[in-house]
């Protein structure tokens, strides 16, 4: 399955500091995405990047891409409380989005 | 202006009914999609639609029907619900079909069999 899992799957942090998610899959993929699921709501994209990149910058979104060990990894710099939410990577191969399990972050004030 | 919309946002039912979810999309895309979040976050693909023609219908109770009259709509029907049915459904679109375009998501419709 190329499936990703995330890890941690829970993360809790101070305000201000950085967090870092990870994610591995199991099969080649076309792009990896990111998103965020707040309590009760539905995802939001983040960011898309491609099989042929390496990394990929959004505001405080930083993501990398390694494929020959099949991560990707997920950097919010200064965190704010508002970034509490469920983190998830999602890889597509020919069509189908997959999602993972998701990191749950929490911002402590 | 919700982007994908999805009606009813909660949903309780009794064993053995049939309910329906609606989904609208006003961003002019070309592909939806059906996906259900269980209690443990995990979140699967069901169908998926391009222009109104079924893509991807994964393996799926056939007690589960996916209907999209146009390209901005796409509604799922469930017959004889069980409580195995009980999750998040999520309704999303993107611009195309293929690779390479992020998913806009609906807000849910939590569905609670009884």
């Known amino acids: 399955s190329q499936q990703g899992e995330e890890d941690p799957q829970a993360l809790s942090i101070q305000e201000g500091e950085n967090a870092t998610m990870n994610c591995s899959y199991k099969t080649s993929i076309n792009n990896l995405q990111w998103y965020r699921q707040n309590s009760g709501r539905g995802l939001v994209h983040l960011i898309l990047i491609r099989s042929n990149e390496r990394e990929k910058h959004s505001g405080r979104l930083r993501v990398t891409l390694d494929t020959s060990k099949k991560s990707s990894s997920l950097l919010i710099t200064a965190s704010r409380a508002a970034d509490t939410a469920s983190y998830f990577c999602?890889?597509?191969?020919?069509?189908?989005?997959?999602f993972g399990q998701g990191t749950r972050l929490t911002i402590n004030p | 202006d919700t982007a994908v919309s999805q009606t009813p946002k909660y949903l309780v039912t009794q064993m053995g009914n049939d309910k329906s979810i609606k989904c609208e999309q006003n961003?002019?895309?070309?592909?939806m999609y059906w996906y259900k979040q269980d209690s443990k976050k995990f979140l699967k693909i069901m169908f998926s639609y391009n222009n109104k023609e079924l893509i991807i219908n994964e393996t799926v109770p056939n007690r589960f029907s996916p209907k999209s009259p146009d390209k901005a709509h796409l509604n799922l029907h469930i017959n004889s619900l069980e409580l195995g049915d009980s999750a998040v459904y999520f309704c999303?679109?993107?611009?195309?079909?293929?690779?390479?375009?992020?998913?806009?998501f609906g807000s849910g419709t939590r569905l609670t069999v009884v």
């Open positions: 999303a679109s993107s611009q195309a079909l293929g690779v390479g375009y992020g998913y806009t």
């Open positions: 999602a890889t597509q191969g020919a069509q189908k989005l997959v």
């Open positions: 961003l002019g895309h070309d592909t």
